[in-house]
């Protein structure tokens, strides 16, 4: 199969318009853009002229490869992006799976990591990569570090296999992942009183941060709460989880159920229809919340996560059984109630050392 040159003159026959083609059917010709002049009056337009049949015979050239590796694993050189960048990107956004922003996250942090725009392919090396995965176990506790580490492994292996580098860069890696988790604050039940009596500022705030205290909801999915969500006795909802995409059944607690039933009547917004609570951003809501918190005397860090976290510690408090509170989470398994929501640090030390043998003083 062979790539044809056509040309074509202009109306006022002053310059020659070249197309490519390589059969008769419909897609098989294409325009250049690439044009001559007929009579070239200058050195200008001779240069013109001599670069335009250089760029119009790599141009056939670049189509007879493209042909050529159809049905084949080789992707031709040309079509290899300059900017590792650029391939990163694409990949991100052809390979997004619902739910889970591993992939996105790997690729923010690694432009923050570059501190750049611009990546030649050769300057991807197992030294930049090492460097990157320092640099996520360096900022990222827990898994983070690993699961961000091993998108960017998957990223490479498919430019690898696109021609991009001879050999995976990252491949004799492993993704890590950082034990030295710092472990989030979560509300005592005490605290929990202490927000119930203490005014904030933000009764959106308040109100919607209280309701996930008490259902375990997540930010993305209390701000997307809608009143079509909320069973007919309003003692239930039933959501679709923004983060996994998975059905989930939500019983009230009394106190839950108060606060829908203050907003069924209109003593805020007189709605029945649209979302529940009117809220700010999540920056701008936790500004809020730790102001609240700090009104109500509670000395620690308490951001929106802490109430789901608060939700399943207490209820494990209560000798609440790990699958239960897995479902209560909206989990299939309770995995991440072992791992993730569960108490780290007893409330009072001092209650468990007492446990041991004893008296309270030396006896001699």
Not at 5 to 18: F, T
Not at 72 to 100: C, M, S, W
Request: glycine content about 6%.
């Amino acid at each position: 199969m062979s790539i044809k040159i056509a040309s074509r003159l202009s109306r006022n026959k002053e310059k020659v318009y070249y197309t490519v083609s390589w059969g008769k059917d419909a897609g098989q010709r294409i325009a250049t853009g690439i044009f001559t002049f007929t009579h070239p009056i200058n050195s200008t337009q001779r240069k013109h002229n001599k670069e335009a049949l250089y760029f119009l015979e790599m141009k056939r050239s670049q189509l007879t490869l493209d042909r050529q590796a159809i049905g084949t694993a080789v992707l031709p050189i040309h079509r290899l992006k300059a900017n590792f960048l650029d391939f990163y990107e694409d990949f991100v956004r052809d390979n997004r799976q619902a739910g889970n922003r591993h992939l996105e996250g790997s690729l923010l942090h690694f432009k923050i990591f570059l501190k750049k725009k611009y990546l030649s392919p050769i300057a991807v090396t197992e030294d930049l990569s090492a460097q990157f995965r320092k640099y996520l176990l360096d900022h990222f506790n827990g898994d983070t570090p690993a699961n961000y580490f091993a998108r960017f492994k998957k990223v490479l292996k498919a430019a690898t296999r696109q021609g991009y580098f001879r050999f995976n860069p990252a491949e004799d890696l492993p993704a890590k992942a950082n034990r030295n988790k710092i472990r989030k604050d979560h509300l005592e039940a005490e605290e929990y009183i202490q927000l119930l009596k203490t005014p904030c500022f933000n009764e959106e705030v308040r109100e919607s941060f209280l309701f996930c205290c008490y259902t375990g909801m997540r930010w993305c999915d209390v701000k997307l709460l809608e009143w079509k969500h909320i069973g007919k006795d309003g003692t239930t909802a039933v959501i679709v989880q923004e983060k996994t995409k998975g059905e989930h059944f939500i019983t009230f607690h009394p106190i839950a159920k108060s606060i829908v039933d203050k907003r069924r009547v209109g003593e805020f917004f007189p709605v029945k229809a649209g979302h529940i609570f009117n809220l700010p951003t999540a920056e701008g809501a936790n500004k809020v919340l730790g102001q609240w918190c700090a009104n109500a005397g509670i000395k620690k860090h308490i951001t929106w996560n802490c109430a789901r976290l608060s939700f399943s510690v207490l209820l494990q408090d209560a000798n609440v059984n790990a699958a239960t509170v897995a479902l209560l989470l909206g989990h299939t398994s309770t995995k991440y109630v072992n791992d993730t929501y569960k108490r780290y640090r007893p409330k009072d030390p001092s209650q468990e050392l007492g446990k041991l043998p004893g008296p309270a003083v030396l006896p001699f």
